[in-house]
């Protein structure tokens, strides 16, 4: 295997009673028993901790329940949690199932264990478009090394598992962010056993788990969880969020399986008794172009009937009518955020000729799914819609490597930069709260647009994740230049006195608070080496 192959392959890729500790052996008293954890000198760790009971069998579709098993022996709490299962965009082979149904676990990362001392606590909701990661998938070791701060990160179901829904209150949907409300319930009743303070918990999250935990702001009571949230590319308002016509879904997934689909309860009685893992295969068959759309199941605005329902209106709707949670929010998104979706347009066949040349005869056909406004849009209008964006971004020209850049900003906008300013904007109105905002505009030598591209002939500018794997490492060991070693100092030190006091700065520069009382709207542009706050309120 060659170098270049090894580096793709590698790519994303109740209150507690007491605790004890000894220097090789961390102990920790969990309402269910004792859970023995790892000493890694700086810091301890304690993974796969259940915190739900399986997601299997009857529990299939259905929302999650608090985990009540004990244990007399003591628990193993060393061992690295396994993935929810997943249809994974990132194994680079024919087959891209991974992980198991039985997976809702939660990760504990702490710099002490025992005595009065109480650390600020960051919970990260990891992304993967709703359809694969793990808790694992980004390195905790840059915050524990350098900051003060209880890390937790959780597992959650992804894709069809995780996300279906036939539109009613038969397979309501929205599992995982239940799963993940849940996980985060169990953070605050537990974490104080990890000397972690409950009453000063982060939500932090990038991509899907960005727009994730904006969703979770989306429910008052997320004020008695969480004191600040983080989301970095990604909220509720991107097209990609908020699946449209989930039954459609439910229906086509269901036809592939063999299953009847006259009723929600068919398909559901049906489903229950498939295998995981062809459920989960069956994902490739509602994709039409490689990854694409990379979101086959996601969130949903559910049925009215649907008892304790997580989300039962737009999130527009909420934020205008004040239910909300009123908690510091910062949200931001890279420059070229877009080339996370577009760079697999690069993928070269055997010929050398690119993906992107397929545009030229399908656009009308593959753009409102890829790019998802056939959440947004009117189904009649949907042509139209797609013949003005390829006028907007390309004028007259034609799908190419050549003009590969001016849709890759189409992407970026439609998918992530509309969607983030657009929450800047209804938070700024309706909110009291403060919302800080920053634009990232510094590429990194190696990222996931040349990762998905499977290319490294390109420069694709700074794509998702270029600021976020400089706070949480990478799975791709790429060693930093010396702008990002500053760089993932100063985020560090931004996101451990965020997380610790509330106050917000990157270097010297001050975020300014956006709120309903505020002229103006405040963004900050961060580039490789200056950061300037300005008023863009034309950006709204």
Known sequence: MTILAKLILLIFCTVPIYSIQT????????????????????????????????????????????????WSDIRDATKSPPKCMQWDQYLFKEDLLDGQE?????????????????YPVVVLIHGGAFMFGTADQSGHDYLMKRQDTVVVKMNYRLGPLGFLSTGDDVISGNFGLKDQLLA??????NVAAFNGDPESITAFGFSAGAASV?????????????????SLSGTSFCDWVIMKNPARRAIALAKHLDCPTETS???????KKKKAADIVRAVSKLQNIGYNPAIVFGPVIESKTVSNAFLSEHPENIIKSGKSAQIPWLASYSKDDGGYNAAELMQQDSNGKEMIEILNDRWNELAPVNLFFENSVDENQLDAYSNSLREKYLGNKRFSAENYKLVQNMYTDLLFANGVRNAWKLHKQYTNSPVYAYV????????????????????????????????????????FSKTQVVQSETFLNMVGEFNANGTLQFADCKFRENNANTNGFYVMEIKPNSCETSNFENML
């Not at 269910?32 to 299997?56: D, M, T, V, W």
């Not at 039985?102 to 109480?118: A, F, M, R, V």
């Not at 904006?214 to 983080?230: C, G, P, T």
């Not at 490294?456 to 790429?478: E, N, R």
Request: with cysteine.
């Open 184 to 189: 985060l319930e169990w953070t605050k009743a």
């Open 440 to 479: 990232f505009d510094s590429p990194a030598p190696l990222g996931i647009g040349q990762m998905i591209s499977r290319r490294f002939d390109i420069s694709f500018g700074t794509v998702h994740g270029d600021d976020f794997f400089l706070m949480f490492k990478s799975p791709v060991p790429v060693p």
């Open 214 to 230: 904006h969703l979770q702001m989306m429910n008052k009571n997320f004020e008695k969880i969480a004191k600040r949230a983080v």
């Open 102 to 118: 039985d997976c809702l676990t939660i990760n504990i990362y702490t710099p002490s264990i025992g005595g009065n001392k109480k």
């Open 23 to 70: 220097p090789s052996d961390p102990i920790v008293q969990l309402p269910n028993g004792k859970i023995r954890g790892l000493n890694h000198g700086s810091y301890f760790s304690f993974e796969s901790i259940p915190y739900a009971e399986p997601p299997i069998g009857e529990n299939r579709f259905e929302p999650p329940k608090p985990f009540t098993g004990n």
């Open 265 to 271: 309860s068919s398909i559901k009685l049906c489903l």
